[in-house]
């Protein structure tokens, strides 16, 4: 399957020989045991493939906060909170439930995401995955990012709340709506 899954055919005779002199079958028998596997594994990916979507239901591309943050909680790096509330920051039902998949398992995600997404989500998955710091302070960097996206959790909540006290002038309403206000203050906008 590796050699296959190269793109350069130099490579894929090189790798070739190389296994052809540890194991003593010809170079031929391998190019075809090969094929036959690949052919295999991609008849099963096909049949693995979550059913189709509309364009309009694909993940958009994701801002840089969101994939770093996600990859962080993927790597699981020690200084991640699993806990955090930013699911309501998160842009699209893929996101929110690679959120959650991350919180259920926390530091060992990584190790687990491919029973739990189909092959055309774990292309985003490893787009996510793939999304590194680039830096020295990474701790620092994504503590910042959490603060924005519980930040942005809140104003997603209090736009809700804002929207029911309209047509119910429920005081419990008002009264959250100024509890995250006060939040949000605390933790210091990000606008």
């Given amino acids: 399957k590796t050699v296959i899954a190269l793109d350069n055919p130099i490579e894929q005779e090189q790798y070739l020989n190389y296994i052809a002199g540890m194991t003593g079958f010809s170079v031929e028998v391998l190019k075809r045991q090969a094929l036959l596997e690949s052919a295999v ?82 292309a985003a998955v490893n787009d996510i995955v793939g999304y590194k710091f680039v830096g020295n302070d990474c701790e620092r960097t994504f503590k910042d990012i959490e603060r924005k996206l519980i930040i942005k959790a809140m104003n997603e909540e209090m736009k809700a709340y804002k929207e029911r006290y309209k047509s119910t002038s429920c005081l419990d309403d008002l009264q959250h709506i100024q509890e995250l206000a006060y939040k949000i203050k605390s933790l210091g906008s990000t606008k």
Avoid at 81 to 92: I, L, Q, R, S, W
């Fill in 41 to 122: 594994a991609v008849t099963l990916a096909e049949e693995r493939k979550a059913p189709q979507f509309d364009v309009a239901d694909k993940p958009a591309e994701y801002d840089n906060d969101t994939r770093l943050y996600l990859s962080c909680l993927l790597w699981g790096h020690d200084y991640v909170d699993y806990t955090a509330n930013v699911m309501g920051a998160m842009p699209d039902d893929f996101t929110r439930r690679l959120l959650g998949f991350c919180k259920k398992y926390g530091n060992q995600s990584l190790k687990y995401c491919d029973t739990e997404f189909f092959d055309d989500e774990l």
